[in-house]
T-cell receptor, first 118, second 110 residues
């Protein structure tokens, strides 16, 4: 089945530094990538949607200059948290969608990245 | 206004019982409906998807959809302690993205 590899699974960084999270689709072409953030005991909140080769579309309230998304190829999308602050500490999850309709309608989730900013 | 609503729980059921999880959504144009299970600290995993009104069964799981009432539910028969998790309802509209409910925490007691 479709697999999305997300790295790192956890990262601790100092306040003010940047962190890059990668999501790779291993056996399919991810035409669309969704990036979610999940705070403790809360649901997944969509941050942005990106299509390969074009600029990401950010949800209201998400700073595009702080959360840089690059979807340069059909198998790789990255999220860079710039100038991270403790309030950015969260669980970040990517979800890739292929152009084909699969049993789960094409949404495949990465394993998530636990970011802690100290 | 939230687009997808779920009771946050916790819903506590004894082992072997039926767990009933409910979800309502606001967008009448929604086309696809999904139930995900999420263990603490892990990514969601798909349990069921449903697109048409009625019931869809897969093993111990049954999804029910009523588009007129904008209601989708998940029944888990013969609940096991390993079913203890947060269950997320997700809805897809023509906009190509999933909108998640807040999740219901299920606890199955041995």
């Amino acid at each position: 089945g479709a697999v999305v590899s997300q790295h790192p699974s956890w990262v601790i960084c100092k306040s003010g530094t940047s962190v890059k999270i990668e999501c790779r689709s291993l056996d399919f072409q991810a035409t669309t990538m969704f990036w979610y953030r999940q705070f403790p005991k809360q649901s997944l909140m969509l941050m942005a949607t990106s299509n390969e080769g074009s600029k990401a579309t950010y949800e209201q309230g998400v700073e595009k200059d702080k959360f840089l998304i690059n979807h340069a190829s059909l198998t790789l999308s990255t999220l860079t948290v710039t100038s991270a602050h403790p309030e950015d500490s969260s669980f970040y999850i990517c979800s890739a969608r292929s152009g084909r309709v699969t049993p789960n309608y094409g949404y495949t989730f990465g394993s998530g990245t636990r970011l802690t900013v100290v | 206004q939230k687009e997808v609503e779920q009771n946050s729980g916790p819903l506590s059921v004894p082992e072997g019982a039926i767990a009933s999880l409910n979800c309502t959504y606001s967008d009448r144009g929604s086309q696809s409906f999904f139930w995900y299970r999420q263990y603490s600290g892990k990514s969601p995993e798909l349990i069921m998807s449903i697109y048409s009104n009625g019931d869809k069964e897969d093993g111990r799981f049954t999804a029910q959809l009523n588009k007129a009432s904008q209601y989708v539910s998940l029944l888990i028969r013969d609940s096991q302690p390993s079913d203890s998790a947060t269950y997320l309802c997700a809805v897809n509209n023509a906009g190509n993205m999933l909108t998640f409910g807040g999740g219901t925490r299920l606890m199955v007691k041995p």
